[in-house]
């Protein structure tokens, strides 16, 4: 049977279903899904769910995850989905997440990192990082590096990072990454979109050889709730823009791509815009401002690999 890719369709479709192939199937697979109780995390973990994987999505309040895994089992008919409890900005709440599904599981065949938010307001984690940078950008390395022996495990195994084009405006002084001098919301963001594509690009080329492949993506403007702990002026231009956002099974698109495709088997350490490598900034392509970053990540969580 040959495969049609999901991408393949005009970005422009807005249907709701069927967005995975019919010949991809991910029975026996095991996928993991972060920040998956709303916006283009639940519609990917819907997809995967649909294609057949043991399907955990990672949610950090339990009522909306409760509500996101009902949705997502009614809609992909697949009965193996399950819901397991982590706050991206805390360490602690992760390590605990990661020990729970090492007791449960014994494989990991996809992992999307996806959880993300921005702030309107600086807020720093009891460790003194920018709360935008640690959640966006330490949650996924955290998450990643202790998951990361079952990966290896299973490979062919892929890890997909919802990056952002908002990282070609990113920059990172490491003199300044808690944003002390000149914070906003879109400086906060766009650096921890940038320390998402590095980290992606840097994490590929220290496990090449090892079958797991790890790519970064720009999703697109979605119309999602992702501004909702922002302030009311990044609210209202949020709601104002809406009209003009695609919807979040447009914007799920790459990374459902990525996570199911066998066309991209193997590549790794891209950076994919709507289904296609696409050139990521000049700081994002520096291996040395990507190991500085790594660096400062591991003194940061004290995890390495």
């Known amino acids: ?15 709701e279903t069927n967005m995975t192939s019919s010949s991809v199937s991910l029975k026996g697979k095991i996928a993991v899904i972060t920040g998956a109780n709303a916006g283009i995390g639940k519609v990917t973990a ?13 949610c950090r309040n339990q009522a909306k ?14 009965q193996d989905v399950h819901l397991m ?16 599904f090492h007791k449960h599981f014994s494989a990991l065949h996809v992992l999307v990192n996806n959880a993300g938010l921005m702030l309107s307001k600086r807020e720093l984690t009891p460790k003194g990082v920018e709360m935008t940078l640690a959640i966006n950008h330490l949650g996924y390395f955290i998450t990643t590096l202790r998951l990361l022996d079952l990966l290896k495990q299973s490979a062919p195994s892929r890890i997909v990072c919802v990056a952002s ?44 050889g090892s079958g797991v492949a790890v790519n ?38 790459t990374s459902i791509y990525l996570a199911t495709s066998p066309e991209v088997e193997g590549k790794t350490g891209l950076y994919w815009d709507k289904c296609k490598p696409k050139t990521p900034s ?3 392509r520096d291996p040395e401002l990507a190991k500085r970053l790594w660096d400062w990540s591991v003194q940061q969580t004290g995890l390495d690999i």
């Open 46 to 58: 819907r997809e995967i769910a649909r294609a057949g994987a043991t399907t955990v999505i990672v």
């Open 85 to 100: 409890i982590a706050d991206m900005a805390d360490q602690a709440s992760i390590e605990t997440f990661a020990s729970e």
């Open 1 to 15: 049977m040959s495969y049609v890719p999901v991408c393949d369709r005009n970005f422009n479709d807005h249907r």
């Open 216 to 253: 970064s993506l720009h999703p697109g403007v979605v119309a999602t709730e992702f501004t909702g702990e922002a302030g009311w002026i990044w609210r209202l231009g949020w709601k104002l823009g809406r009209p003009f956002m695609i919807t979040p099974e447009e914007g799920a698109r």
């Open 65 to 78: 995850g409760k509500a996101a895994r009902e949705e997502i089992i009614g809609a992909s008919g697949n």
């Open 165 to 208: 084009r908002a990282h070609y405006r990113g920059r990172l002084d490491f003199d300044n990454l808690s944003l002390e001098r000149g914070f906003s919301a879109m400086r906060a963001y766009t650096q921890s979109k940038l320390a998402n594509v590095l980290f992606a690009s840097g994490l590929a080329r220290r496990l090449e």
């Open 282 to 284: 000049r700081a994002a």
